[in-house]
């Protein structure tokens, strides 16, 4: 008696890369078919209950490119990708039913809107998850850690001392031409989902596409090209021009390329060119990242909750005259007025920058932090929802911040970080 054959469905979500993919390397290995699946569901270009889309144009612009881009990668592995535009409940119990799939592989996710995504998955399917989003990982960490600490540093140190990160996976080798199924679909354009075409302001700092291919020529141009990797942290602070900070966050945030990695790199780097601070900077900020889904992960809901992870009972202010003089950059501080519109007309700002416009709106103006946070997260192309809504918390001083209190002076930062004011005039006379 012949063996049924096993057909399985990778449902991409915040992976959207080939290489060092566990959910595409499993199906790969585990089945006799593979094919891939992604759902654009027309609700996370909607209006939230603050008044913002869920993802504006610059987010839905580098998404639409990641899966142009995992499409092409898929195709040369024989792999189809199934690509659908509408609500995903629909969407994926018709595609699991019309090519009767019996597995289901997907990244794990821990976080509100992705726990509901699952319950689409019929009962009769087999639902295979794996964290795939950390550096170091889940089931090491839980091994050291019963909870995790509320300080970073305690983290970082033992996380150092005591595990490894393992290796990245191989890349997946082609199928047979026959595993791809005889539809083709094409990815939406941005008027699909309602939006205009636009071109990149030209003082972006961000002016780079999606995709899995672009966040490896950017980590092989910024880190072994010019080898800017070598003077990262002197230069991180930076505001203006596209080689002060790596700017490989939104490829990270979108799973075009892993923490693994990118970690992989910076010790090739290490390796072959130099190790210095700055190298070991990047990493660190990658542990970081870490740390912020460790904490979403421990405090789940209340890390969405006006109180914050610690239940801190504060008095917030939902006034939307001056919550709108934020968003438009109309306070009376020129510089947080500078990066609220580098912002508004780029979907980018930088790491100093967030801090800074964060501080302000909720220990100067008193704003509801999760206004802000929902803000940032329609705008910002390299939108986690765990590193944003982790920083807002820390800048509210609601979240892992050892120094609550702590409040940035905008004055003294202009002075320190823009003193020939070229960032102010760049973004407040254009």
């Known amino acids: 008696m012949s063996r049924k054959k096993v057909t399985s469905l990778v449902w991409f979500r915040n992976n959207l890369r080939v290489l060092d993919n566990i959910s595409l390397s499993k199906s790969i290995k585990e089945s006799d078919k593979t094919i891939g699946f992604i759902n654009i569901d027309p609700n996370d270009f909607k209006e939230t209950s603050f008044g913002f889309k869920k993802t504006e144009k610059f987010r839905a612009k580098f998404l639409l490119e990641s899966i142009s881009d995992l499409k092409k990668n898929l195709e040369k592995l024989n792999i189809s990708l199934i690509i659908k535009y509408e609500n995903l409940g629909s969407s994926i119990s018709k595609t699991i039913n019309k090519?009767?799939?019996?597995?289901?592989?997907?990244?794990?996710?821990?976080?509100?809107?992705?726990?509901?995504?699952?319950?689409?998955?019929?009962?009769?399917?087999?639902?295979?998850?794996?964290?795939?989003?950390?550096?170091?990982?889940?089931?090491?960490?839980?091994?050291?850690?019963?909870?995790?600490?509320?300080g970073?540093?305690?983290?970082?140190?033992?996380?150092?001392?005591?595990?490894?990160?393992?290796?990245?996976?191989?890349?997946?080798?082609?199928?047979?031409?026959?595993?791809?199924?005889?539809?083709?679909?094409?990815?939406?354009?941005?008027?699909?989902?309602?939006?205009?075409?636009?071109e990149v302001h030209k003082e972006s700092a961000f002016k780079f596409s999606g995709g899995e291919n672009s966040g490896i020529n950017r980590i092989n141009e910024y880190f072994f090209q010019s080898r800017n990797l070598s003077k990262y942290k002197l230069t991180r602070n930076g505001l203006l021009g596209q080689n002060y900070s790596s700017k490989i966050?939104?490829?990270?945030?979108?799973?075009c390329i892993s923490a693994k990695y990118v970690y992989s790199q910076i010790k090739l780097y290490e390796n072959t060119i130099e190790k210095n601070d700055s190298t070991?900077?990047?990493?660190?900020?990658?542990?970081?990242?870490?740390?912020?889904?460790?904490?979403?992960?421990?405090?789940?809901?209340?890390?969405?909750?006006?109180?914050?992870?610690?239940?801190?009972?504060?008095?917030?202010?939902?006034?939307?005259?001056?919550?709108?003089?934020?968003?438009?950059?109309?306070?009376?501080?020129?510089?947080?007025?500078?990066?609220?519109?580098?912002?508004?007309?780029?979907?980018?700002?930088?790491n100093r920058g967030r801090q800074n416009v964060a501080n302000y709106l909720t220990k100067e103006l008193k704003i509801d932090w999760r206004i802000g946070a929902e803000y940032f997260e329609a705008l910002l192309i390299d939108y986690d929802v765990h590193s944003n809504y982790g920083n807002w918390l820390y800048n509210a001083g609601i979240g892992n911040d050892s120094m609550p209190f702590r409040k940035f002076n905008p004055k003294l930062q202009s002075e320190r970080y823009d003193p020939d004011k070229k960032f102010e005039q760049t973004w407040l006379n254009g």
């Not at 966050?249 to 799973?255: E, I, M, R, T, V």
């Not at 914050?308 to 934020?326: C, Q, R």
Request: charged share 25%.
């Open 152 to 198: 970073f540093s305690n983290f970082r140190k033992k996380c150092e001392k005591l595990l490894k990160i393992k290796d990245i996976l191989p890349p997946p080798k082609p199928l047979s031409l026959d595993n791809k199924i005889d539809e083709v679909f094409n990815v939406p354009s941005l008027s699909d989902l309602g939006f205009e075409h636009f």
């Open 280 to 350: 070991y900077w990047l990493f660190f900020e990658l542990i970081w990242r870490d740390f912020f889904k460790y904490v979403s992960m421990q405090h789940k809901n209340k890390f969405f909750s006006i109180d914050g992870i610690y239940g801190n009972n504060k008095e917030w202010s939902t006034d939307n005259n001056i919550l709108n003089k934020w968003i438009n950059g109309e306070t009376e501080d020129p510089f947080i007025n500078a990066n609220m519109n580098e912002l508004s007309q780029t979907g980018f700002m930088s």
């Open 249 to 255: 966050s939104s490829w990270l945030s979108n799973g």
């Open 99 to 150: 090519y009767q799939i019996d597995n289901v592989y997907t990244q794990k996710e821990w976080t509100r809107d992705e726990i509901v995504q699952e319950k689409n998955i019929p009962n009769d399917t087999n639902l295979i998850k794996d964290f795939d989003q950390f550096m170091y990982s889940p089931n090491d960490v839980s091994e050291i850690y019963d909870n995790i600490p509320r």
